[in-house]
């Protein structure tokens, strides 16, 4: 009895595996499948294998109670009446009928096997989704339970929500872009043995297998056994600003094979707006050939007491929380003598305190900290900022000079020190799509200074992470950037570089220097070609003869703030003064070469590349003396005259649409 009981058991649990089979490729097909089977399984009074260990889900029936509501060709019972011997797995008797239409079935449960299942334990189910129907169902009644569930309509389909705009794809990060981020990282973290004596060894210009790497270690080896043996040979060749002694006579920083010394004598009569120029009658001179001897260096007895002097005029303004000086301010009793010393020249050992105050101050935000606003954005010359300090001792902050205070910056363009610390760190492990270029420039930059000698050295490093940083911002990134950056190096770390950039960019105009077409680039020539018009008028026609632009052997004096043209301790001299005044200082610089040079370059004999040959060399003050040149610029920025011509000649130019015209167009 109990054999043929199991017997009937697994016959009918191979026709419910057929009908669910069928209905499951009626699905498929989407079309209503009524098996012959589907009576016969409801009709036989054969026991359901187990399923009493299962709970079913909201929502969800098992197969056998399926085949008994859910065909298509039954009415909710086998054959009108329950079998009392058959277990129920589901109380379906107060479910409502479906209507006479053919309803989609509700999702089939697949046993995973077709045989019983054993030890009393159900298959693990396969839920299938059903497919929408022609024929929509019938609502139920409100007190009905819900029996099946139902789905829309292709014919009447349900609204479906506004699709959400997907956010625009980032671009991958070249591989090589990131090998350089993943490099300068790794040798942050581990240094490089021999910064400032050895050359180094290139890393980022191509990929290394296993045997360049061996190469690497042995190279390696060998400059670890020469470092000691060349430092003390090395700090030996060493001026007094880090810059390697070069063969050539009168320049150490940088050894350019095209020297031309800025004669002096010239300088010594301050060019005037109404005095007409006297045209030269004698030829041109040729470039002057290096002194087989390098000349003494100039004396500077008056370093020791001009440091004492800007002790005693400067004041630490703020400290951080370990007690050493951020800022530094001017007391109010020495205001009147800052543009005077700043002429005569800032001590090297004040030089960091004094740029910074003279940048953050512009900028408005000296004396700031961190989420304190500046409350003299867009004030005019001499306006109150936040940042002034008026404390017992009775100090201020450069109040009364030609430095003006946050004018014309946007909101949120005045930022404390911390802010912009803050987000220089942020920025080192942020992709930039100019990385793999600033790597490029790193190691051409300034390299004949100690700090960037070493390729991947930690000056190196520094720059390469302020010039990624900066990078990011609006302009991206411009050669020129890279002289001003390793400049800045020199005396500030490399999180207050970034901070300088930024008020470069905004306080001093820089950004419009480095902008896409350069327009603040061509509004400086312009200023200069009317300053030379009036102040030199035979060296404008010249010019003007010759089809001589300023762009043929300007553009690298504005772009790189003259770094590039003069020895590095007359670029000291003519950042100090550029600093204090602003962005007026650099055609008025520019004037000073010209009414240096003015004899050769207004000469009846002149011709187009003597002109240029002339100007695209590297300036050398006479006898090493780059005072008459600052003195020349420093009276310049004096005069009424000269500061009322360089607006009116802005105003021209803003009125002209900044188009161009008005400038002087080369072949």
């Not at 479910?95 to 697949?110: E, F, G």
């Amino acid at each position: 009895m109990a054999t043929g009981r199991a017997q009937r058991a697994e016959v009918a649990c191979g026709n419910k595996l057929i009908l669910a089979v069928g209905r499951l490729v009626a699905a498929v097909e989407g079309a209503v499948y009524c098996s012959p089977l589907d009576k016969a399984a409801m009709d036989t009074s054969t026991p359901a294998p187990p399923s009493s260990s299962r709970t079913s889900a909201p929502g969800e029936i098992t197969s056998t109670a399926h085949a008994d509501a859910a065909s298509p060709c039954s009415n909710g019972h086998a054959n009108g009446h329950a079998d009392p011997s058959r277990p129920p797995s589901l109380d379906l008797t107060d479910v409502p009928p479906p209507a006479p239409s053919c309803v989609q079935p509700a999702p089939l449960q697949i046993p995973s096997s077709p045989s019983p299942p054993r030890t009393g334990v159900p298959p693990t189910p396969t839920v299938l989704p059903p497919t929408p129907r022609a024929t929509p169902p019938p609502s139920p009644p409100p007190s009905a339970r819900p029996s099946l569930p139902s789905r829309a309509p292709q014919s009447d389909p349900q609204p479906n929500p506004p699709p959400q705009p997907n956010p625009p794809p980032q671009p991958a990060e070249d591989p090589l872009a990131e090998h350089v981020r993943q490099t300068y990282r790794l040798l942050e973290e581990a240094g490089v043995r021999g910064d400032g004596v050895v050359d180094g060894i290139e890393r980022t210009r191509e990929r290394r297998g296993e045997a360049s790497v061996l190469r690497l270690e042995e190279v390696e080896e060998r400059e670890r056994e020469e470092e000691e043996r060349r430092r003390e040979e090395v700090l030996g060749r060493l001026d007094r600003y880090g810059f390697f002694l070069s063969t050539l006579p009168t320049l150490s920083s940088t050894p350019h094979a095209r020297l031309s010394l800025l004669p002096s004598v010239p300088l010594s009569t301050l060019p005037s707006l109404h005095t007409p120029f006297p045209s030269p009658t004698s030829a041109p001179s040729p470039l002057p050939a290096p002194p087989p001897t390098p000349p003494p260096p100039p004396a500077q007895p008056k370093e020791i007491p001009r440091t004492a002097k800007w002790s005693r005029m400067l004041y630490p303004l703020r400290r951080d929380a370990g007690g050493n000086v951020r800022e530094w301010g001017v007391r109010k009793e020495k205001e009147r003598k800052l543009a005077r010393r700043v002429a005569k020249g800032v001590p090297d050992a004040w030089r960091a305190g004094v740029w910074w105050a003279c940048l953050a101050r512009r900028a408005g935000v000296l004396g700031l900290a961190e989420g304190e606003r500046s409350a003299g954005l867009g004030g005019g010359a001499g306006g109150g900022t936040g940042s002034q300090t008026s404390s017992a001792t009775g100090a201020s902050t450069m109040a009364g000079t030609s430095v003006r205070r946050g004018v014309g910056l946007a909101e949120g363009e005045a930022r404390s020190l911390e802010e912009l610390e803050a987000e220089y760190e942020a920025r080192k492990g942020v992709p930039s799509e100019y990385d793999i270029q600033i790597d490029l420039d790193v190691p051409r930059t300034i390299s004949g200074h100690v700090q960037f000698h070493t390729r991947y050295g930690q000056g190196q490093r520094a720059l390469f992470y302020v010039l990624h940083a900066f990078s990011l911002s609006e302009n991206g990134y411009c050669q020129g950037m890279g002289p001003i950056a390793a400049t800045l190096l020199c005396y500030f770390e490399p999180e207050r570089v970034y901070a300088a950039l930024h008020h470069l960019d905004t306080a001093y105009s820089l950004r419009s220097l480095f902008a896409p077409g350069f327009p603040g680039l061509l509004e400086h020539f312009y200023v200069q070609e009317q300053l030379l018009l009036r102040v030199a008028p035979g060296v404008y026609r010249s010019f003007e003869k010759h089809l001589i632009s300023s762009t043929a052997y300007a553009t690298k004096w504005y772009i790189t703030l003259f770094a590039n043209i003069v020895p590095f301790r007359t670029q000291l001299r003519l950042w100090d003064v550029f600093f204090l005044h602003g962005p007026d200082t650099l055609p008025l610089i520019a004037l000073a070469i010209l009414w240096s040079l003015r004899d050769h370059l207004a000469s009846p004999l002149a011709s187009f590349e003597s002109i240029l040959s002339r100007l695209s060399t590297f300036f050398v003050p006479e006898a090493g003396d780059d005072e008459p040149l600052v003195r020349t610029v420093h009276a310049l920025l004096k005069r009424a005259d000269v500061r009322r011509e360089i607006e009116d000649a802005r105003e021209r130019w803003r009125e002209g649409g900044g188009t161009g015209e008005g400038l002087l167009v080369g072949m």
